[in-house]
């Protein structure tokens, strides 16, 4: 077996594309059920809308409303994809078949890690783009967007992308240093399912969600007990 000695960005490029060929089926399935998530997402969010009566800034309201449950769905899927990422090691097959890639170890670690990264964000985007076009064409069939709302039957896209909506959005919810603190717990959640999934076989997911629950718990039990009263 050929032993290669140095680090390649080019073998890691292709252990990637490889992943993504083998697991077209699954990208495809993703593609396909996501838009059907956030359509419910987005319906939940007018009737929500319609039954409150809530006619001040509808859009920047909507926008905000959507980017609650959407974010949710994202860290799940990034959560859920993070876990799974030896996923193609659990067969004596699969083991078999990674060992004779002609790779190094810290390169197929790289190259699944990234695909777990990847691949959720790219059928959360796809199901974003397709759920809001069809969001926008549907809808107003259904008898939505009618009246004081038929300014939501414009795009959700720029209220999303923006910076300065997204920023706002973080700053009502978790004060100036939102972002960051979100970026980083999500980064070091992320790495515990990527260190759950090497370590677990079976249900990755759920074992590692269990422990991180237990590890809160108890870092918020101890704090409280060795915290004076006045804190």
């Known amino acids: 077996m050929k032993t290669y000695n140095s680090f390649s960005f080019s073998r890691v490029g292709l252990l990637v594309k490889r992943d993504v060929v083998e697991n077209w089926k699954i990208f495809l399935y993703g593609c396909l059920i996501m838009p ?20 001040a800034n509808l859009y920047e309201r909507y926008v905000e409303d959507v980017m609650d449950d959407w974010n949710i769905t994202v860290f799940i899927l990034l959560f859920l994809s993070a876990s799974l990422v030896m996923a193609n090691m659990h067969t004596k097959e699969g083991r078999a078949n990674m060992l004779i890639l002609p790779a190094r170890d810290d390169e197929k670690f790289i190259a699944r890690s990234v695909y777990a990264v990847v691949a959720p964000l790219l059928v959360f985007l796809v199901g974003i783009l397709l759920a809001d076009l069809i969001r926008m064409y549907l809808f107003p069939l259904l008898g939505y967007y009618q009246g004081e709302f038929e300014v939501l039957r414009q795009s959700l896209l720029p209220g999303l992308w923006e910076m300065e909506e997204y920023s706002v959005y973080f700053h009502r919810r978790w004060g100036e240093w939102g972002g960051v603190f979100m970026l980083s717990m999500t980064v070091c959640a992320h790495s515990c399912y990527i260190l759950g999934g090497n370590f677990w076989r079976k249900y ?28």
């Open 36 to 55: 059907v998530v956030f359509l419910w997402f987005l319906y939940e969010g007018v009737a929500r809308f319609e039954w409150t009566k809530y006619y």
């Open 204 to 231: 990755p997911f759920i074992k590692t969600s269990g422990l991180i629950f237990l590890l809160v718990v108890g870092g918020a039990a101890i704090l409280y007990m060795i915290l004076p009263e006045d804190v």
